[in-house]
């Protein structure tokens, strides 16, 4: 976090992921970064605002919704571990969604380790910080 820009930012993302067997770690490894990407617009930027009087919603574009770009990432590193799976003929596991699942939670744990503030609401922002 800088105090002085109140910025946070994600410095590093090490996913270690049990997929069974992988049967194409260059995908595999691309499907985890996509949902690493995902969970830090969850954390620090994806919010729906909604026009209480219409009940519309008030940033239904990209030019208003906040999505992370290339700027937003940091280094990440995957590292597949475990066997492969005995309940199926392949080995494989689902890995869909599990590079998404637990990084909204560990920014807001890193957020709190560094300011002392425990943030329960997403996205976390300056104001929510203060």
Not at 62 to 82: C, E, S, T
Request: charged content about 20%.
């Amino acid at each position: 976090m800088d105090a002085d820009l109140g910025l946070v930012r994600v410095a590093r993302v090490v996913s270690a992921i049990d997929g069974g067997r992988i049967l194409n770690e260059k995908t595999g490894r691309s499907q985890i970064v996509g949902g690493t990407v995902g969970g830090i617009g969850q954390a620090l930027l994806e919010d729906t605002i909604t026009d209480a009087p219409s009940g519309r919603i008030a940033n239904g574009t990209f030019g208003d919704y906040l999505i992370p770009v290339n700027a937003d990432i940091p280094d990440m590193d995957v590292v597949f571990v475990g066997e492969p799976d005995r309940a199926g003929a392949t080995g494989t596991k689902g890995i869909g969604e599990v590079g998404l699942v637990g990084i909204a939670a560990a920014v807001a744990n890193a957020v709190y380790h560094a300011t002392g503030k425990r943030i329960r609401s997403l996205p976390i922002t300056l104001d929510s910080l203060l």
